[in-house]
Every structure is written in C-alpha cells, then in structure tokens.
C-alpha cells in the first residue's frame, strides 16, 4: 500500500513536470489557486459550500471508476484495495474539508468526509451505452462529436434567445446566437489524428471545401432557430442580424483554415494572434482567409497527395 | 500492383529499413513477418504514404493511398461517435455514400453505441468493416487477428480468401503463424529492418519451424524456469 501511494506521487510529480514546471513549485501553486478560487466563490455566491461539496465528490466519483477499482483488486486484494480506496478518498476530501471548517461549515465538512468514506466502498461505470443523437450523422466527425461534449450549450443559447425577445434586447438574441457560433469553432480546435486526414480520397483544395461546406451548413442548422426569431422580432434590425450571422460564418472559416495551417500540429501563438486581431478589426478576415488557405493546402498536400 | 524499389528509411541515425525491395501482384495475399520493432508497421506507413522515404514506390493506380485500404494496429477512435458513424466517416472519405451500414453489420456489432467504449477486438472488427466497405483496390491489414475472438478471425479468413478471388492485393502482418499459413500466398521476413527471406506457400512449414528455432534459441534454458 505505502508503495502504491509512493508510485501516485512519483507520478504526479511526472505530470508536473511535463507540464514544465517544478513539482514543488507545483504543489505550492496549486494550494495558492485553490485557496483564492474557494475565498473567490464563497464571496461570489451563497451556494459555494454545495460547489466545493460537489467538486470534492466529482473528483471521488472519478476515483471509484469500476476498470480502476478493477485493477485495484485484481492486484492488492479486497482488503487493501478497500483501505487504498479509503485513504484515496480521504486524502482528497482535506483541501475541500478544510475549506468547509475554516468556513465554519462543519456539518457539510463532517458529511463530505462520511460520504468519501462510503464512496470508497462502491464502483460506477463511466462508460454509458447510451448515444446522444445529433442532426449531423450523415457527414459525421467534428460536429457530431463536438454536439454531445456541448451539448448542454444548444438550450442555454435558445432559452437566451426567449429572454432576449421577452426582454426586447436585442443584443442578448445576438449574444446566443454568437455563443453558438463560439461553441462550434471549439470543435475545430484540435487536430484529428493524421489517419482522418490521409483517409480522404481528395486534393486538398476538395478537402477543405467540403469540410468548410459542412461547417457552414452544421452551424447554419444549429444557428438558424435564434436567427428566424431575431429577424421575425426585429425585422428593422436585419442588417446587423445578418451582418452578424455573416462574421460568425467568416470565423468559423477562419478557425477551420487556421486549424489546418498549422496541420499536424496544434493551432499556436501565430494563428491566434492573427485570428485575434482580426476580433478587433474583422476586415482583416480577408486578408488572413487567403493566408490561412494557402497554408493549409501546402500543408494538407503531405498527407493527402501521394508521394510516389 | 505495388513495387517497392530500395526502400530505405531512417528516424535520426536509425535505419528502420534497409534497402527492401518487393513486388505486390493483384490476386494474392502477402504476409509480413518480424519480431516487434522489425519495421513492418513502418513498411506499411511508407506505402500508405504516411512516412517520407528514400527509394520508389510505385502502382498502377495513382496515387496510390486512394485506393488503399489501412487498418492499423491500434484504431484510434474519438471519444463520442458511434460505430455507425465512424463507418460513415470512413466510407465518406472514399466518396462511398449509399451504403446500408446495418445490413452490412457482418461482426453484429453495436453499431449505434459510442465506439469508445468497444472492447479492443470489437474496435478492430469495426476498422476492418469500414475499409472493407470502402471497397479498396488494396489492403493493408496490420495485425488483424489480434484481440478478435475466434469466430470473427474464422470470418474475417474467409473474407480475406474472397478479397484474393477478386483480384486485390491484400498484405497483412500477423504474431500468429497460422493465421497467416492459412490466408497467404507468399510470406515475407523482416529482422530489424532488412528482407531476409521471401517465401512461398509450400515452404511455409520450413519457414516457421525455421523461425521457432532462430527465435526460442537458447532463451528458455537462460530464463532458467522454476
């Protein structure tokens, strides 16, 4: 058990590390950005000793996942594997334990701790059989998986857009329809293994036309309902609507070409000052779109163009 | 058909593979064989046009990765698609639309849960459906049989059998001598990096007896087992 948790903290230190930093360092950052986070909530709402009730027990949930559990007693046995668990629970339960004592919530401290301890006991399935359905199964990829991992955004933005037609503020309905727009150049930021891209039968000017085509017409879906109901209840305000609508479609382009520019690597500090300065200043979209599409052709020819 | 003229590749200072000379001829099925490291997945990328490379890669269509087929050793499959839609994705890309993806359900996977959370055979069989339903010239199969359970390797034999009765290449490395006995016409033996031997069907037997004792050796006297 001792070298079980001695293996943890090796490996957490590792982690540390990687990320470029000292573990030491580390850890004394960690505690700082906890403690100011925790005062920070617990000035900001009166529900923030649930918040750090619900943290601690997410975290624990994540503990008592059944493969790992699995291994735990596949390899130690019942006995220890039920004392490592506990121990596990327990020892990330102190920082948010104590957060509840020094805010004299010590009856949630005491039930925080009581609950690590059943926890400890029980294993949950992280992995449902249940798929959510998306609109978008037909030319499946960015969106389908992007929908499921945001998919709680789609009734915020429309419930925004019922507010904002209630409320007669304009700029709300613009707001969600441009939270949309924000959520899907998310599903764009990483890049797909290069496997996805050699896949394609396709020149790379074909490639990234049907891959903008299909961004345009996923978005537009999802897109559409805030911008009927902002025309049909601001008819006068069409312009901006559209011109808005427009821009979101110029930077989703944007997104998609800046992603493959920088094609097999992460978009970096150069494509996002770029697309940054373009926020400010959106006119500079044309100048950048041309610059992007150039890169990624050159780019995407590596692994779309046989080389023989 | 598929000819690889002085192959050569290098990571750094590291030659993965040296001066490998082979011929793919449609109909026939071709096996690689090597330890681990011996250069066989990197063979595979470099024809795939996955790797750059030293030497000639040529076939008779142009170019050839569209015509391709590639399954590799550890599909990588994102978090949150469905196994009907990775098989969509997959045959999208190939331009191959008007497929009835559950009548072609040959492994009876479930097709409509997240492939994520596929056991590692049930991630195989549905790579192995995708590139067969893209319907390739070519297919590259880098260990097939491995994690299948023994009915779908039973199926997955025969197809390949009637993927050589129409007129493809298909290459495929295999751990499992049998697999390979069973399916090839020719088998080809890599050791860190080089061709040594290149074999047909009737030498089989020699070959694996031949590899049985080159690779046991005196290893198991040494381990001293107790």
Redesign the interface.
Known sequence: MKDYFYLQFVMTNRKIKEAGINPLLGFVLSFVAFVLLSEYIFQKTEFAKYLVILTCLSLQFKLSEKNRTDFLLSTFGDNIKKKIRIFENVIVSIPFVAVLIYKNAFIEATLLLVIAIIIASFSFYTNFNFSIPTPFSKRPFEFSVGFRKTFFIFPVAYILTVIAINMGNLNLGIFSMMLIFLTSFSYFAKPEQEYYVWVHAETPKTFLKNKISTATKNASLLVVPILIILLIFYPIEFELILLFFLIGLLFLWTIILAKYSAYPGEMNLPEGMLIAFSIYFPPLLLAILPFFYNKSIKKLNVFLNDKN | MIKINRLHKTYGNSEVLKNINLEFSKGKVYGIVGENGAGKTTLFRCI???E?YDG????DV??????LG?L?TD??F?????G???I???C????KTNIDIDDKNIFDL?L???A??YSTGMKKKLAITAILLQENEYLILDEPFNGVDIQSNIILAEIILKLKELNKIVIISSHIFSTLSDTCDYIHLLRKGEQIKSVEKLEFKNLEQEMKTMTIGNRIEKFDLK
């Open positions: 795939a046009g996955l750059n000639e890669i040529i076939s142009n170019p050839l990765k569209n015509h590639l590799l599909p990588f994102f978090s949150r698609i469905t009907k839609e990775y969509r994705l997959l999208n890309a190939r331009n479930p409509n849960q997240y994520s959370t």
